[in-house]
């Protein structure tokens, strides 16, 4: 079901791209920078708007060719457009070996407890509700980081989410 997800990534370090120059959605395994960069721009599943920590929409994309990187970006300039900082994804494809997002998903099926582990975990990830103190079970699912330039004078210091 859901096979890699990111946690509350920074609007501010998401490559949008300009014309003509297609934008990114990076991210990667770890946050050391060796990490190898994953491009996540084309998943599919759900994804969670923050005003810095607190959720302010639930939305979900893959429905024809509709993917993650579109709909963030129209949430850029709808009426969401100032309303949101951050944004956490739970994607239905998986990284490869070669390190590319995969095209597949028939193989989301899982048993009925392995899905209401996912799907909890899901629910408590999006929301954080404040008496949960158990993160949920996520199976399978992988985490990866936000990635981007550090070369550009921000401090590394800052929360990385």
Same mark, same amino acid.
């Given at each position: 079901?859901?096979?890699?997800?990111? #946690?509350?990534?920074? %609007?501010?370090?998401?490559?949008?791209?300009?014309?003509?120059?297609?934008?990114? #959605? #990076?991210?990667?395994? +770890? =946050?050391? =920078?060796?990490?190898?960069?994953?491009?996540?721009?084309?998943?599919?599943?759900?994804?969670?708007?923050?005003?810095?920590?607190?959720? %302010?929409?639930?939305?979900?994309?893959?429905?024809?060719?509709? =993917?993650?990187?579109?709909?963030?970006?129209?949430?850029?300039?709808?009426?969401?457009?100032?309303?949101?900082? =951050?944004?956490?994804?739970?994607?239905?494809?998986? %990284?490869?070996?070669?390190?590319?997002?995969?095209?597949?998903?028939?193989?989301?099926?899982? +048993?009925?407890?392995?899905? #209401?582990?996912?799907? *909890?975990?899901?629910?408590?990830?999006?929301? *954080?509700?404040?008496?949960?103190?158990?993160?949920?079970?996520?199976? !399978?699912?992988?985490?990866?980081?936000?990635?981007?330039?550090?070369?550009?004078? *921000?401090?590394? *210091?800052? !929360? !990385?989410?």
């Amino acid at each position: 079901m859901i096979l890699s997800f990111g #946690l509350h990534w920074r %609007v501010d370090r998401v490559s949008w791209g300009y014309p003509k120059v297609a934008g990114t #959605l #990076l991210g990667a395994a +770890s =946050r050391s =920078r060796k990490a190898r960069p994953v491009d996540f721009r084309f998943q599919r599943g759900i994804y969670a708007l923050y005003a810095d920590y607190e959720l %302010v929409y639930a939305g979900q994309t893959g429905s024809g060719n509709d =993917r993650l990187f579109n709909r963030l970006k129209c949430h850029k300039t709808d009426h969401l457009s100032e309303r949101w900082n =951050r944004f956490s994804w739970f994607g239905t494809q998986w %990284v490869t070996k070669a390190n590319q997002l995969s095209t597949d998903t028939a193989s989301i099926g899982q +048993s009925v407890e392995a899905a #209401l582990n996912v799907l *909890e975990a899901v629910s408590i990830a999006i929301s *954080e509700p404040r008496l949960n103190l158990q993160r949920g079970k996520w199976g !399978d699912a992988k985490q990866y980081y936000q990635y981007w330039d550090r070369n550009d004078g *921000e401090d590394d *210091e800052e !929360d !990385d989410g």
